[in-house]
């Protein structure tokens, strides 16, 4: 069982950055994939990032590509998102996922039926 808490959330104005993080509970997150999923009110849950279990293969969104880069630490077990060049768009609940990963796969994950496991999100909003 894996539990994970999201913080780091808060307002910031369009053009500013953010870093969120997850921590995950449990001795055991190198044996995960992690992934960052958001949702605006009235929308679908989407992907936003997602990083290996080894952290040797990192995937992106096209929409916030170039902007968001998703990092680990596995020694804090820790997964963040640092968030630059916000805009308005990217206001929603940001969600922390994991996925019990195969040792010999390097892969991410961009689909919330692949994940195991789901905080409980934090709220960035940008002002514009």
């Known amino acids: 069982q894996v539990q994970l808490v999201e913080s780091g959330g808060g307002l910031v104005p369009a053009g500013g950055s953010l870093r969120i993080s997850c921590v995950a509970s449990?001795?055991?997150?190198?044996?995960?994939?992690m992934g960052w999923f958001r949702q605006a009110p009235g929308k679908e849950r989407e992907f936003v990032a997602g990083?290996?279990?080894?952290?040797?293969?990192?995937d992106a969104a096209d929409s916030v590509k170039g902007r968001f880069t998703i990092s680990r630490d596995d020694a804090k077990i820790t997964v963040y998102l640092q968030m630059n060049s916000l805009k308005p768009e990217d206001t929603a609940v940001y969600y922390c996922?994991?996925?019990?990963?195969?040792?010999?796969?390097?892969?991410?994950?961009?689909?919330?039926?692949?994940?195991?496991?789901w905080g409980q999100g934090t709220q960035v909003t940008v002002s514009s």
């Open positions: 990083i290996s279990w080894n952290g040797g293969t990192t």
């Open positions: 996922a994991a996925k019990k990963s195969p040792p010999n796969r390097s892969n991410t994950y961009s689909y919330t039926r692949d994940y195991d496991y």
């Open positions: 449990g001795r055991f997150l190198s044996r995960y994939a």
